[in-house]
């Protein structure tokens, strides 16, 4: 086997969680070459998951929460400034200004965007209707989430159930409208869907199940008066969030040989992949914009938007373009958080995967609950509302079959 040449110069495409934890790691494993980090957004980079929550509920106005810069990282900061086009024959990015990056190595670590498009003629932010994705999103549904008004939430996932809890939090009348039986039915199963289902009730918070928006109506102003549910309902509303989920932001790969559908695909070192299966040469992805291979779905692809995959791919992305066929596959076990109604929810492995679910304590009075879940009678994955202590040994068993 040739030995690897670590290239002298590296380009990051996104300045956020992944795109970080590379550089970072990038220079922890003695990487001296020349570092450029590339990003859309005018800000530092920041964390997502406090915009759903306490930034929007905090009382005095929140400061941005800046993910720690790390001494020594001595990189070129492209920032406001994003990506159009990748040539990966000549190793290429070109940016929207017209500046052509050369590089050795190239991250990517776009992330992903808010889907929104769930009727025509959607109306946006400045008529109340909202998506959450970045900070700027996040302070302006903050300034419209004042006490007295209406809420309505479309899209009852882990974003949704947050940013309904928030609203609740804060004093506003909140509709939450889930498409299943239950809010979360499809990521976690229906015996915890139902128990979050309970708790958004508990915090009076009015949860339509089955449906969707069909239409959104605003008055004379512009502003949104309400929604049309597909069962024919109608809803007042003065606000309204889109929280229908994320798609990879790849756009900006279109024309470069790299299919990303649901996000970059990527071996299980994360070399990107072209659509032969054979690696794009230098090109590594991590984090919301990647399809990394996970070990516990019999290594089949998925995006999982996860805070804890963004940070450990971005890491193992790194070490790959350093050691190449010499870096360690990339076998975290996933894991995930959600915080709502003053109680924690966290999962380990794939809980989506499970065609069992196993209920070892379900208690709505003290708000606990811990499920595992089985696919073929393996354990793929276990959740638990305020019980997180009891995850490790989930974690520990999961981390054994990934490792092997
Ligand atoms: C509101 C919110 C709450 C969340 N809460 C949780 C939680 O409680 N628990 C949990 O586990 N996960 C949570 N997540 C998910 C977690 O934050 C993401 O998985 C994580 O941010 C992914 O990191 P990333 O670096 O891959 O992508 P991102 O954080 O999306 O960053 C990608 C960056 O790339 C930039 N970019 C995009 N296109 C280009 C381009 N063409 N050129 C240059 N730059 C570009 C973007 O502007 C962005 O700054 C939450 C996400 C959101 C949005």
């Not at 400034?81 to 050369?102: F, M, N």
Request: aromatic residues 4%.
């Amino acid at each position: 086997m040739s030995a690897v040449v670590p290239p002298r110069d590296v380009v990051v495409v996104g300045a956020s969680l992944a795109g970080l934890r590379a550089a970072t790691a990038l220079r922890e494993a003695g990487f001296t070459g020349r570092l450029t980090i590339v990003g859309a957004e005018r800000h530092a980079p920041y964390d997502r998951p406090p915009l759903s929550k306490q930034f929007l509920t905090a009382a005095e106005a929140p400061a941005d929460p800046l993910l720690p810069l790390p001494d020594g990282l001595r990189a070129r900061w492209l920032l406001g400034r994003a990506a159009v086009r990748l040539d990966p024959y000549r190793r290429i990015v070109t940016l929207a200004d017209g500046t052509r990056l050369p590089y050795g190595g190239l991250v990517i670590a776009t992330g992903a965007a808010a889907r929104s498009g769930v009727v025509d003629d959607e109306p946006g932010p400045d008529q109340g209707v909202f998506t959450l994705r970045g900070r700027d999103d996040a302070m302006a549904l903050r300034a419209a989430l004042t006490p007295g008004r209406r809420l309505l939430v479309v899209g009852a996932g882990f974003l949704g159930g947050e940013v309904a809890a928030a609203g609740r939090a804060l004093g506003l009348d909140v509709t939450l409208v889930a498409a299943g039986a239950v809010p979360l039915e499809r990521a976690v199963g229906r015996e915890v869907g139902a128990f979050v289902g309970m708790l958004h009730r508990e915090a009076g918070i009015d949860l339509r199940t089955g449906t969707t928006v069909a239409a959104f109506g605003t008055g004379a102003d512009g502003g949104l008066k309400g929604a049309r549910l597909a069962d024919g309902r109608l809803l007042a509303a003065d606000v309204a969030v889109l929280a229908l989920g994320a798609a990879p932001a790849t756009g900006w790969l279109a024309g470069s040989g790299i299919e990303a559908v649901d996000g970059v695909p990527t071996d299980s070192r994360l070399r990107a992949l072209f659509p032969d299966g054979t690696t794009v040469p230098g090109v590594v992805a991590a984090g919301d914009a990647a399809r990394v291979p996970q070990p516990l779905a019999g290594g089949a692809a998925t995006a999982l938007g996860h805070w804890a995959a963004a940070a450990e791919q971005g890491a193992a992305a790194a070490r790959t373009l350093l050691l190449g066929e010499g870096a360690p596959v990339f076998a975290e076990v996933p894991s995930f958080w959600s915080d709502f109604h003053g109680v924690r929810l966290r999962s380990v492995g794939l809980p989506a995967l499970g065609d069992l679910v196993k209920v070892h304590e379900c208690d709505r009075d003290a708000r606990r609950l811990e499920v595992s879940y089985h696919l073929d009678g393996r354990l793929v994955g276990a959740l638990t509302i305020g019980r997180t202590s009891r995850l490790a040994a989930y974690r520990r068993a999961l981390a054994e079959r990934t490792s092997g």
